[in-house]
């Protein structure tokens, strides 16, 4: 079967030909040349307005770069008509088969971005002989495409969090899906303050965010109040994930600090013990096993009273009452308090502040968790990290919304 009649299949534009293709060896290495040329008498689309005008004149041949076949790079060669228009005067012509002034054509800028999604952009453009540009422009189309298509009625339940960006203290705000059957990125920000989340706020609407029931954030205090007052009626959730890290955290800080003072009066009890005290006992390595059953002996030891705080609060988890849930909370609060310990004794305070959004998680029935947004945080380090990095916020906002935002794609032929 000829290439022409492929072409013609799938790739057919009204008021145009194709030409007979050949394989061209000159210097640029082998390729198969189709030229295109305009039906006689047919009349071209203005650039600017759209609107159909016959031809002013012919500019010189330009190639546009298309699929691969075989191995071997595939150029359209078609003379540009410039157009006289009577809106906008004498304009080039717009082409249907690749976009602006871009040499790739529409069909190897949705291939490039199909495979940008398993490579890295520099690897996509040097396996297809192309430039990281042309892959970066091709990715761009595609995900403009998708945002202008994507349909965010339905969402209900939504995921906000930070996310750490380049080097130093940049952070970024990130906004994800939690209902329905998807999981995907529905907007990323610059910065973490409450007008990143503002802005987002604004673009969605405020019939769209009236249909919001449920979202999960982390303690940032720029979120809590953006959300109490544009959201009112969802049920703000502060879930395990977050409570449990900070928990961890208060139950580390106790062991770095009597270790610190163990090691001066020429102890080494708690050398290599970090997390043997930070895992769930379920899962310790056998070694780490008895490392804990040895240490556990010494309760005189502030990281063993630690650790029992933290494991007696994992009870609080296993409730499915909210009222049982609060009451077994305000006892283990009132106990802690009285622990001596000041890095528990500051994790009781934080969980007083925010006691009514946490037990928003069990009147939720457990069913919204902030460690689905860990989860896609993860996937957004794998993007970055496959790139190995991006120098700029948009690069890495195109990227990150070809990956996790779950767009419409536009049909194309060429699939594996």
């Not at 008895?290 to 556990?296: G, P």
């Amino acid at each position: 079967m000829l290439v022409v009649t492929l072409l013609n299949r799938h790739e057919k534009h009204k008021g145009f030909v194709y030409g007979k293709a050949r394989l061209d060896e000159g210097g640029v290495g082998e390729r198969v040349v189709i030229p295109i040329r305009s039906r006689t008498n047919s009349r071209g689309d203005c650039s600017c307005c759209g609107r159909p005008g016959p031809c002013h004149d012919h500019l010189a041949e330009r190639a546009f770069h298309y699929v691969p076949l075989w191995g071997y790079a595939v150029v359209f060669l078609y003379s540009l008509r410039r157009i006289d228009c009577s809106q906008c005067g004498v304009k080039v012509e717009r082409v249907p088969w690749a976009s602006g002034k871009s040499p790739v054509t529409r069909s190897l800028a949705f291939f490039l971005a199909d495979w940008a999604r398993l490579l890295s952009w520099q690897d996509v453009a040097r396996r297809f002989r192309v430039n990281w540009h042309q892959v970066f422009e091709s990715v761009g189309q595609v995900v403009a495409d998708g945002l202008a298509r994507r349909d965010l009625s339905g969402v209900t339940a939504i995921g906000i969090d930070e996310i750490q960006f380049g080097k130093g203290q940049q952070y970024l705000t990130v906004v994800y899906q939690l209902c329905g059957g998807v999981r995907r990125l529905l907007s990323v920000t610059e910065r973490r303050d409450s007008a990143s989340l503002d802005g987002f706020f604004d673009e969605m609407g405020r019939e769209w965010c009236d249909g919001i029931t449920h979202v999960c954030t982390d303690m940032w205090r720029a979120y809590l109040k953006v959300i109490v007052e544009r959201i009112p009626k969802a049920m703000h959730i502060l879930d395990r994930f977050h409570i449990v890290k900070l928990l961890n955290e208060a139950v580390d800080k106790v062991r770095r600090q009597e270790a610190g003072k163990l090691r001066k009066e020429g102890l080494d009890l708690l050398k290599g013990m970090k997390y043997v005290f930070l895992k769930r006992p379920e899962n310790l390595t056998e070694q780490q096993e008895k490392s804990l059953e040895a240490i556990m002996n010494k309760r005189w030891l502030c990281t063993v009273r630690a650790y029992l705080w933290k494991e007696k609060f994992q009870l609080f988890w296993e409730y499915t009452s909210p009222f049982w849930a609060r009451r077994y909370l305000r006892r283990w609060c009132k106990g802690a308090m009285r622990s001596r310990l000041q890095p528990i004794k500051k994790f009781v305070g934080t969980i007083r502040a925010h006691e009514d959004l946490i037990m928003n998680w069990f009147e939720a029935k457990k069913r919204f968790s902030s460690g689905a947004v860990e989860g896609m945080n993860r996937r957004v380090n794998l993007v970055t990290r496959k790139a190995y990095g991006y120098r700029s916020f948009e690069v890495l906002k195109i990227a990150l919304f070809h990956t996790l935002g779950h767009l419409p794609e536009p049909e194309i032929t060429h699939r594996f």
